[in-house]
């Protein structure tokens, strides 16, 4: 599993609230924008930085409750061809 978190050239940079020894220690990638590129290419260009076979996308608006990936897991495991959201 991985974490990989794009900074759309945020002011201050994300990377500044993950100290790198933590951002080490969890397994947390940061990805700067250089110049603000938006949401969807924001995403397309975390995506191209993942190693895995699943993606999930969350905005920063969203905040994942506790156990929430197992029925996500569930319905991907039943159908890895599925799209969940």
């Not at 991907?76 to 599925?82: D, E, L, V």
Request: some cysteine; proline content about 5%.
């Amino acid at each position: 599993a991985e974490i990989v978190v794009v900074d759309d050239a945020s002011d201050p940079p994300v990377a500044e609230a993950f100290p790198q020894a933590r951002r080490e220690h969890i397994g947390v990638k940061v990805v700067r924008n250089d110049l603000a590129q938006g949401l969807i290419r924001s995403k397309a260009i975390g995506a191209a930085e993942t190693t895995g076979d699943i993606i999930v996308f969350f905005d920063c608006h969203v905040a994942p409750q506790l156990g929430w990936h197992k029925a996500f897991m569930e319905s991907m495991a039943s159908n890895y061809r599925r799209i969940v959201v």
